[in-house]
Each structure stands twice: as structure tokens, then as C-alpha cells.
């Protein structure tokens, strides 16, 4: 006769799954974490002047892998509202990314940087 105890959240091979049996708050992690290993590699590489070809490289096989994580089991459970997929957390940190990269204002609309 074990209790187990109920919890709010479960982390389970990396992604975090909530009660409710939902994953927002397993997208927003890998966005987190997303994030930190693309600032982590731009602080290493500040002084020098990557070009943009070499930037989305990384993006591609360093960060997106990280951001997308599971999304085979997150990607068709998520909110799929396909008039505002740009509002989507790991298309912003996309968004976010590209900007960052183009060296433009956070405020540039995003259009502009896809």
C-alpha cells in the first residue's frame, strides 16, 4: 500500500506534462531553454562577425532541435489556430532569433525578418 502523490506537474524525458495532461508548460520550457543556448553561443562568439548564411546553420542545427524537442507528441496537441500561428511560442522565439541575428529593433515587424 503506496500513496502516491499528486502533483500539478511531471517531467518525463525532458518534456513536462501537466495534470490536466497538457504541454504548454513543456513548450515553454524548450522555448526557455531554446533561448539560453542561443544567447550562450552569441555571448561566446560577440566579438566576431558571423555572417547571417553561418547564423541560420546554427539555428538549424543547434537551436531548433532544442526548441522542438517531443514536438511529436506536443506539436498536434497544442492550439492549432492557424490565424495567428505567429503568436505560437516557438514561432515568437523564432522571430526573436531571426532579429537578433538581422541586428534589427525587437519592434521591426516580423514579416520582415522571414
Known amino acids: 500500500n503506496t500513496t502516491l502523490e499528486h502533483t500539478s506537474h511531471y517531467t518525463y524525458l525532458g518534456l513536462t506534462i501537466s495534470a ?3 504541454f504548454n508548460l513543456a513548450v515553454k520550457t ?3 531553454k531554446a533561448r539560453r543556448a542561443f544567447y550562450a553561443i ?3 562568439f560577440y566579438k566576431i562577425n558571423i555572417p547571417v548564411k553561418i ?15 517531443g ?9 492549432q489556430d492557424y490565424t495567428r ?8 522565439l523564432h522571430a526573436e532569433l531571426y532579429k537578433n541575428i ?7 515587424p516580423n514579416h520582415a525578418c522571414r
Open 85 to 92: 500561428w505567429d503568436k505560437h511560442p516557438i514561432e515568437t
Open 102 to 108: 538581422l541586428q534589427v529593433h525587437r519592434n521591426t
Open 71 to 79: 514536438s511529436e507528441v506536443w506539436g498536434p496537441l497544442s492550439q
Open 30 to 32: 524548450l522555448k526557455d
Open 55 to 69: 547564423w541560420l546553420k546554427l539555428i538549424d542545427s543547434v537551436i531548433q532541435p532544442i526548441a522542438l524537442y
Open 20 to 22: 490536466s495532461g497538457g
Open 42 to 44: 552569441r555571448r561566446r
